[in-house]
């Protein structure tokens, strides 16, 4: 399932957020995640600097710098924020400037932006304190533009997934089960719903849009059995168990004869800094 856990009953679901020691996890082998993860979409890029009065982008969770270097790619200059040295590291290495904090935490210092994005990073923040943060440091008329990809593979490795998850994490709070039922995005929305209800408790914004981009991707077994170790719900899974999760995962990729086709949507809750504070 996706780079972000479906959301269930369970607390680190519905508020992942708090879910620190998975939050801060990804930095277990940077070189994997960023060779394996998908990029964001170009229009997406697109809309979102052609939505902005300027170019000073700030990247909340910014990772191994993956959309922060299509963001600079576009033209813009970009500052990343994130909790993780080890991704940090990584994303300075390719040329963008981190800062290394959590964004609740992360102190401005007086500094503004034309746009705070974040690349399937904005569940791992405080959804109201997070849009907090940003209203205080855009610009008027900034944008505030959280998006993350969702993604539905075929019912054969979905189903595959969930079943060797459930027999080698029986306890974990991220359970990967819903997508059997239901499609991903129905599985997102609640998500959504909170990141906007966020934006809105914070004040400060316009009414929050969602902005969606479907795009496709072929993966080969070997292709995705080599993303899948990046997956949150799956970061801290013990050598042993990763390795029985991806034999399952593989042997239903065989049946289909080697490969699939994902389908994707990456989603943009977005909102405007509104021109006077409120
Ligand atoms: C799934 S990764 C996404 C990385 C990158 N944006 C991308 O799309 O490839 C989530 C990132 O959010 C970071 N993160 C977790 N909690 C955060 C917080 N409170 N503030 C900022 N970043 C956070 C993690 O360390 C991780 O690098």
Known sequence: MPTIPPVQARPPENEPHRARQTAESFGIDPGRYDRTRPRYPDALVERIVAGSP??????????????????????CTVLGVEPDARMADFARRGG???????????????RVFDAVVAGTAWHWVDPVAGAAKAAQVLRPGGRLAPFHHVFQSPPEVTEALAEAYRRVAP?????????RTRPALDLYQPLFAKIAD???????????QQWRFDWECAYTRKQWLDQLPTLGALTQLAPDKLAELLEGVGAAIDAMGGSFTMSYATVVITAARADRRP
Not at 96 to 110: K, R
Request: some cysteine.
């Open 171 to 179: 306890d974990s709070p991220f359970g990967l089960s819903g997508q």
């Open 96 to 110: 963008v400037e981190v800062e290394v904090a959590t964004f609740e935490t992360w102190d401005p210092a007086g």
């Open 198 to 208: 966020g934006i809105r408790e914070a004040g400060g914004f316009s009414e929050p």
């Open 54 to 75: 300027g170019p000073d982008v700030l990247d909340v969770g910014c990772g191994t710098g993956i959309e922060a270097r299509q963001f600079r790619a576009a033209g």
